[in-house]
């Protein structure tokens, strides 16, 4: 089955404000400008199972590979080799081909993998605003204050990281830093597709940030911390929605 790549996002800061001070140059994008587009058709035909199924497809090899691996007793061989045989005719009932799915696997990785990598060659080396929440990073190599910004509050920490398309890696002055993980803001600079991996300590750990940009940020806007508490932050998150919707930004909810 053909499929389009799709990015679950919640309503959050993804868009920009007239208010802002830009120049003509500076043109204004939003998450879904990172993506190249021509990557995000593929060949899925995991989609099609149902969550039960792709359960018993994950039983059935793992069951192949403790079998492969071998050293046990023949007893609990031949108890494997009974699993396997009545996993095999459970997923054959349903119409399910096994063996040519689990052939596709780390095909459809590689292009899950392509499809969350491959960056817009469009916007390359253009200046633009881009709004999100920042991530607080340690400094370059060279001294730079750096941080990431990304399309989702809790990215990284609380939930997993977003594609490296989705991610990009700020170098900024010393005349502004976050205040704290998860701002709301909106950067001005320009971007470029240059691929970077840094491992950094986030709230929940040790995370590897695979980005596919990097912005040299030339202006930050900034809209304040939300609060922790959950009703606080739902109130936060509405009225900052409110002052976007007001000022002329699209709040995207893909």
Request: hydrophobic share 40%; with cysteine; net charge negative.
């Amino acid at each position: 089955m053909r499929i389009r790549a799709k990015l679950t996002l919640v309503p959050t800061v993804l868009a920009f404000f007239l208010a802002l001070p830009v120049h003509s140059e500076v043109t204004r994008i939003e998450w879904a400008d990172l993506i190249d587009e021509t990557a995000q058709n593929y060949e899925d035909p995991f989609v099609e199972l149902t969550g039960k199924q792709l359960n018993t497809l994950r039983k059935l090899v793992r069951l192949r590979a403790q079998q492969e691996k071998g050293g046990s007793s023949p007893e609990l061989l031949d108890q494997l080799q009974v699993d396997i045989e009545a996993t095999e005719a459970t997923l054959a009932e349903e119409g399910v081909d096994a063996n040519w799915l689990i052939s596709q696997r780390w095909v459809v990785m590689e292009r899950r993998e392509k499809a969350g990598t491959a960056a817009n060659i469009d916007i390359d080396g253009m200046i633009v605003s881009l709004g999100g929440f920042v991530i607080p990073a340690p400094r370059d190599e060279d001294g730079s204050q750096m941080a990431y910004i990304v399309p989702e509050r809790g990215m990284c920490s609380h939930v997993p990281p977003p594609p490296p398309n989705q991610m990009v890696r700020l170098h900024l002055s010393d005349s502004w830093t976050p205040s704290t993980f998860y701002e709301p803001i909106v950067v001005t600079g320009q971007i470029r597709i240059e691929p970077t991996q840094k491992e950094m300590l986030v709230v929940d750990g040790t995370v590897l940030m695979k980005a596919a940009f990097t912005m040299k940020v030339d202006d930050v806007q900034t809209f304040g911390p939300i609060q922790t508490s959950e009703e606080a932050s739902t109130n936060r998150e509405r009225v900052l929605m409110g002052r976007i919707k007001a000022t002329g930004g699209v709040i995207r909810d893909d």
